[in-house]
């Protein structure tokens, strides 16, 4: 019988433990600071900025929005990143993605302390986490690696088939499960035969941006699939990449949409932003 991830419960979960941790640091010194920045009035952006910061406000961590107009300079965003890596009270920065296009997204992103870059966007995060020692493990993978965790779902010796080979999910996730000991095959647009491949996934995870990509025949009896995308369909409703009918009768394990990865990914921010701030506070010891 297929199982449903319920990232909602876990993500609940682990926002109890990280209340408890806030609650502790708080006392002793002051509590874990975000800093979410938000350029131009992109409506999901909006969104999501403002259900973090909710999210904050339930654990006990301070936070902070600069939402700036679309038009402003890169230095002066750049200015403002840097103001903000030298607050003593923000020990975690956020850029919301997409910035608009007159902006070199990843000049922006760079600019930013890799030891507030709750994102792990930052090359020198991005780095350690390719050797097998991150600082932060970007939001989304980290939530992935977490719901198999909480489900037991065995990863070493597994194969791993991750559909999507972006910076932000699935590159990063294919190094998060690799470093676990499983076999990782990566697909994209450029891949051949894709159905035969994802049916050898024990874990198969959906990162492509495009509707139900993932149908039932894709997927081996008993495999985990962890649907990543989140898509607006033209009648306003939300679809994953994953067909939720037709693989919930096949797969072992699987997320819905919505109600999976998302909350978890916010629930990870929360954690690096935690881990963050003890990290700072143990150096000023």
């Not at 760079?110 to 994102?119: H, L, R, T």
């Not at 020198?124 to 909480?150: H, K, Q, S």
Request: aromatic share 2%.
């Amino acid at each position: 019988m297929t199982q449903i991830i319920d990232g909602k419960q876990i993500a609940a979960e682990i926002k109890e433990q990280i209340k408890g941790e806030v609650r502790k640091l708080s006392e002793a010194g002051g509590p874990p600071g975000l800093a979410a920045v938000l350029v131009g009035d992109n409506p999901a952006s909006v969104i999501y900025v403002r259900n973090k910061r909710k999210a904050c406000e339930a654990v006990g961590i301070y936070s902070e929005e600069h939402k700036l107009p679309g038009t402003i300079a890169q230095e002066t965003l750049i200015q403002l990143i840097d103001r903000l890596n030298q607050d003593s009270k923000i020990h975690g920065i956020l850029i919301q993605l997409p910035l608009p296009s007159h902006i070199d997204a990843d000049r922006v992103l760079y600019a930013v302390n890799p030891g507030k870059d709750v994102d792990g966007l930052h090359p020198n995060n991005i780095g350690r986490l390719t050797m097998g020692a991150p600082v932060f493990v970007p939001c989304t993978p980290g939530g992935v690696m977490a719901m198999l965790d909480y489900h037991k779902i065995k990863i070493e010796g597994s194969r791993a088939v991750i559909i999507g080979r972006s910076n932000l999910v699935g590159r990063p996730v294919s190094l998060l499960l690799m470093h676990r000991n499983a076999t990782i095959t990566v697909c994209h647009s450029r891949t051949r035969d894709i159905d035969a491949i994802c049916r050898e996934g024990d874990i198969v995870v959906a990162a492509v941006g495009k509707p139900r990509f993932v149908t039932g025949g894709m997927i081996k009896p008993g495999a985990a699939v962890i649907d990543v995308g989140i898509n607006r369909l033209e009648d306003g409703t939300l679809a994953g990449d994953v067909d939720f009918p037709e693989v919930s009768k096949k797969a072992g394990w699987i997320t819905p949409v919505p109600g999976g990865v998302g909350p978890m990914t916010i629930a990870m921010l929360l954690k690096n932003t935690l881990e963050s701030a003890k990290r700072i506070e143990e150096r000023s010891a």
